[in-house]
């Protein structure tokens, strides 16, 4: 792979990888929502985003152009080797946490998929504009679960803030960028990631206001995933998830 290629495996991998874990962590809920509605509508999400995973890992493999499959990247791979952003990784913890997680890379999504239909690379702009219908259904979703939560009873509103403020510092990783990113973005291949962060502060902000929560005063962002650095949450899920392929090397439906 020359330099531009390999920026685009690292980016298709980033995305498809962030879809992938919170796909996996949305699926966690199957059976467990707290009401039967609801477990259907977050198992749909789950499905939504291992779609979209598969779509940004194929197209990673075929630029690898080593014979793997977007298979072998999800399942053969070690945690240093996974990009996702810190955020998608973090545990499910109650409802208020899976809703604010899921909200905070909502408001992410929403801005940066726009943007990336924009791209001059054809097949990241066709994915991007594939999924940005899914990606308008998943932010009504999860913003309309802040307001019920946030300005809901005593306890969902204490719950959903806790949750706020447990999450926050992930959400700067989201943002990160590298020179990588930046050959993409001079190529017109990407988004200014410093003008989506602007979109997903106000956004958040908005939605914040009128849910009555408070966005944290702490500024500080955990970081790392672009180098491979995550949290320790992120190899028990993949012992899971990837247990069926390494137990069975090889395995087909």
């Known amino acids: 792979m020359n330099e531009l290629e390999l920026a685009k495996f690292e980016f298709c991998v980033r995305l498809g990888d962030s879809a992938l874990i919170l ?9 467990h929502a707290p009401i039967l509605e609801e477990d259907i509508a977050i198992t749909n999400v789950a499905l939504d985003f291992v779609g979209l995973s598969r779509n940004w890992l194929t197209y990673a493999a075929q630029i690898q152009n080593e014979g793997k499959t977007e298979d072998d990247l999800a399942y053969l791979r070690d945690v240093v080797e996974y990009r996702n952003a810190l955020l998608t990784e973090q545990p499910n913890g109650d409802f208020a946490v899976t809703m604010t997680r899921q909200f905070f890379y909502d408001v992410f999504s929403h801005y940066f998929y726009y943007e990336l239909c924009n791209s001059h690379d054809l097949t990241i702009k066709g994915i991007a504009e594939k999924a940005v219908k899914e990606i308008d259904y998943h932010l009504r979703h999860s913003t309309e679960w802040m307001y019920r939560l946030g300005d809901g009873t005593e306890e969902s509103h204490q719950r959903t803030q806790d949750a706020v403020d447990e999450l926050w510092m992930f959400t700067g990783d989201m943002f990160d960028t ?24 106000s956004k958040v902000n908005e939605v914040f206001a009128k849910a009555t929560l408070s966005v944290p005063q702490n500024n500080f962002m955990q970081r790392g995933s672009l180098k491979g650095s995550h949290t320790e949450h992120l190899g028990f899920l993949l012992a899971e998830m990837q247990y069926l392929q390494r137990s069975y090397p090889k395995s087909e439906w």
Do not use: A, F
């Not at 796909?23 to 059976?31: D, F, I, T, Y």
């Not at 990588?180 to 989506?196: A, R, S, W």
């Open 23 to 31: 796909g996996h962590r949305l699926s966690e809920w199957c059976g």
């Open 178 to 201: 590298n020179q990588g990113y930046q050959l993409l973005l001079d190529n017109k291949v990407v988004p200014n990631m410093e003008l989506i962060k602007q979109h997903w502060t």
